[in-house]
């Protein structure tokens, strides 16, 4: 079994037939059929279903496909973090963020990140935790931060705490209900949900059962915060999010906070990263920053590579 074995397979599942998986890979489709069909050979097994419009990974091919995909990212972090030990901070960190991350750690970090890694591309995904796990599980995210799982999180996973979460009931500025103080009178409002725990109903439904009310209208789910930042300022939608939203220069002038009396629990904001595989200098230099914006850790500082030490040694000689 070799590496580019593996690599055409994951091409054929992401473009769903020989021939777009070919043509992405810029090889013969004649030597991709025959590299795919070694390795069925090799494992015993067909790993898709040849269709008259495309390619279906079976499922014994769906488990070894997401292997795969772990194997391959695996390497490419082992190849970026030499490159990067060697001096040469080249290569990509991928993490997921919620808008609480976005607005009170993100931005107090993208500058000094990129001034450290220039050259390394940042790819960030806004959302929660339940649609980043398989991400977090193969490698292609390397951590996210954002509301804890409401659930422990899966095998391989490891969870540290930042900071604790603030929630409260967000509308948009001049709201017929803005004026309400306790949650009894929002009963009859209509709710955005955002999924941050595996039931998006749980997110309110919990709270309006806590106070012996009944479960609330749920109009509209979302996982986007420009979604729900959209939704909550064009409609009289209600919303439970987080506090820092309008403590933001883009949210503070149309949304505003219903000062119910009621206590609103959070979810603590953590960090979620692979608990068997170090993250690569990059990926571990930005985090540290977050975590300094968190207020967790001291200043970190970036990583002393082999280019660097020797450009500090020619210093010291002269």
Request: net charge positive.
């Amino acid at each position: 079994m070799k590496l580019h074995q593996l690599r055409d397979l994951v091409a054929i599942a992401d473009h769903g037939s020989l021939r777009a998986a070919a043509r992405h890979l810029g090889m013969a489709q004649p030597t991709l059929t025959r590299s795919l069909s070694e390795l069925e050979r090799e494992l015993g097994a067909p790993l898709f279903e040849r269709r008259s419009k495309g390619m279906a990974a079976t499922a014994l091919g769906q488990a070894f496909i997401r292997r795969s995909i772990a194997i391959l990212n695996d390497v490419r972090h082992a190849t970026e973090e030499f490159e990067q030990l060697r001096g040469n901070a080249t290569g990509s960190v991928a993490i997921g963020l919620s808008i609480v991350a976005h607005l009170r750690l993100f931005t107090k970090t993208l500058r000094a990140f990129r001034r450290s890694y220039p050259r390394v591309r940042l790819h960030v995904i806004e959302g929660f935790y339940p649609s980043l796990e398989l991400g977090l599980q193969d490698g292609s995210v390397d951590f996210y931060i954002g509301p804890g799982p409401d659930l422990a999180a899966a095998p391989g996973l490891h969870t540290e705490i930042l900071f604790p979460g603030r929630r409260a009931v967000l509308a948009r500025v001049g709201h017929p209900l803005a004026r309400a103080t306790s949650l009894k009178e929002l009963v009859d409002a209509e709710w955005i949900t955002t999924s941050i725990t595996a039931k998006a109903e749980n997110e309110l439904g919990d709270l309006f059962k806590r106070y012996g009310l009944p479960a609330p209208t749920l109009a509209l789910q979302c996982q986007s915060a420009l979604t729900l930042l959209t939704s909550l300022a064009n409609s009289d939608l209600l919303a439970m999010a987080p506090s820092q939203w309008i403590e933001s220069a883009f949210a503070n002038h149309i949304l505003t906070t219903i000062p119910i009396k009621e206590e609103i629990t959070a979810p603590s904001i953590v960090v979620v990263k692979r608990s068997d595989v170090p993250l690569s200098p990059a990926a571990g230099h930005l985090l540290d920053l977050m975590k300094r914006a968190a207020g967790n850790v001291e200043a970190p500082r970036p990583l002393r590579t082999a280019g660097a030490a020797r450009r500090a040694g020619r210093s010291r000689a002269k």
